[in-house]
Nanobody, 114 residues
Framework: QMQLVESGGGLVQPGGSLRLSCVASGSMFSILAVHWYRQVPGKQRELVASMTNGGSITYTEPVKGRFTISRDNPKRTVYLQMNSLKPEDTAVYYC????????WGQGTQVTVSS
């Protein structure tokens, strides 16, 4: 079972930036697609960004042009660079490897507020 540990969340003002990191254990990381999800209370978890092991990237429409997903396979780490943050980006952000039935991190809180 792969373990994922997120970090980098926090409180930021609108227009600010944060960089989330997710470090994975185990040797399977490099062959898995990686994803960032987010969830607000009372709503379903939302897929934010995905990156396949081949480097193909997709984003949900509200974050296009503002968020960037990347990965460093030797470090078994996936990143989410978030720029021009808006209050509606406030959520708990989760790292995932291998899809919804795969491996999940514990989540990191991102709060965008003045």
């Amino acid at each position: 079972q792969m373990q994922l540990v997120e970090s980098g969340g926090g409180l930021v003002q609108p227009g600010g930036s944060l960089r989330l990191s997710c470090v994975a254990s185990g040797s399977m990381f490099s062959i898995l697609a990686v994803h960032w999800y987010r969830q607000v209370p009372g709503k379903q978890r939302e897929l934010v960004a995905s990156m396949t092991n081949g480097g193909s990237i997709t984003y949900t429409e509200p974050v296009k042009g503002r968020f960037t997903i990347s990965r460093d396979n030797p470090k078994r780490t996936v990143y989410l660079q978030m720029n021009s943050l808006k209050p509606e980006d406030t959520a708990v952000y989760y790292c995932n490897a291998g899809g919804p039935r795969g491996n999940w991190g514990q989540g990191t809180q991102v709060t965008v507020s003045s």
